[in-house]
């Protein structure tokens, strides 16, 4: 119960939390003062928010794209050629000595670089767009590659793809690379969710991929102890971006023929 008070208090902290707080109190005050309809539109606002926030129903929607590649009811892959990594895991900062931060789907990374060790596979694709310094752009797998070989670690042959500005240039590149190199099986890692639009990409070109989520970022919401909360948070509001933006993607995907 004190756990749970702590969680609604630092809730209301947030941008999210006072925003619902705020509706809900000049809801209350057009009430008290007759004004029933002047009510009516802070009140709906409030509770799409909380509907948002406040509810498991975005952890449901994203859970949905990623329950086909989720690993506990799916084998890890055990032989590989080759792992291709998908980037957005990090962006360029001067203020660190690997020059790089790592966001949320940083766990790609790791992932990418265990089935690189636990497949046998020899090579390590590396997706990513740019950054910028001093007005000249570079790829951004450069940063994963410098610290891959200064660490030592067991990726086989790195190969970066350059800047490529969307999913669909990794995969076109990755897939030349592939038939190049006469791999016959490769490792698709990202995250869960974006997995199915990835996958298909690879599929519509003419290649069968091996799919490994790094996040579940949906399936690991579905926590029963934190499914509904009082005050909402910004958290759900996480979930649904992503959400939409697959969704988003895929449509548009669909409308190009790329998938």
């Known amino acids: 119960m004190q756990e749970s008070i702590q969680h609604s208090l630092d ?33 709906l606002l409030a509770v799409f928010i909380h509907v948002i926030g406040g509810t498991n129903i975005p952890a449901r929607l994203l859970a949905e794209l990623e329950r086909p590649y989720d690993p506990l009811t799916r084998p890890w892959p055990t032989r590989a050629d080759a792992v291709v990594m998908l980037g957005g895991t990090h962006s360029y ?4 000595p ?17 089935l690189s060790k636990s497949t046998g596979a020899n090579a390590l694709v590396l997706g990513g767009n740019f950054y910028e310094v001093s007005e000249v752009r570079r790829p951004d797998s450069e940063m994963l590659t410098e610290w891959i070989k200064a660490w030592h670690l067991p990726a086989g042959t790195v190969y970066p793809l ?34 199915r639009r990835a996958e298909a990409l690879f599929r519509k070109q003419g290649m069968t991929v091996i799919p490994a989520g790094a996040e579940f970022l949906g399936l690991d919401s579905l926590d029963p102890k ?22 988003v993607g895929l449509i548009y995907y669909r409308l190009r023929g790329w998938i």
């Open 226 to 247: 934190d499914s509904w909360r009082v005050v909402p948070s910004v958290r759900g509001f996480e979930l649904m971006r992503f959400w939409m933006h697959e969704q």
């Open 93 to 96: 900062t001067a203020r660190s």
């Open 162 to 195: 350059g800047m490529c500005s969307d999913t669909r240039v990794e995969s076109e590149r990755a897939i030349r690379l592939a038939r190049e190199k006469k791999w016959t099986k490769v490792v698709l890692v990202t995250s869960g969710y974006h997995l």
């Open 98 to 114: 690997l020059h790089f931060g790592v966001g949320e789907a940083a766990d790609r990374i790791l992932l990418a670089i265990e």
């Open 11 to 43: 809730a209301l902290l947030q941008p999210i939390g006072l925003l619902w707080l705020t509706l809900w109190i000049a809801a209350v005050v057009q009430l008290i003062r007759g004004r029933i309809l002047a009510a009516f539109f802070p009140a």
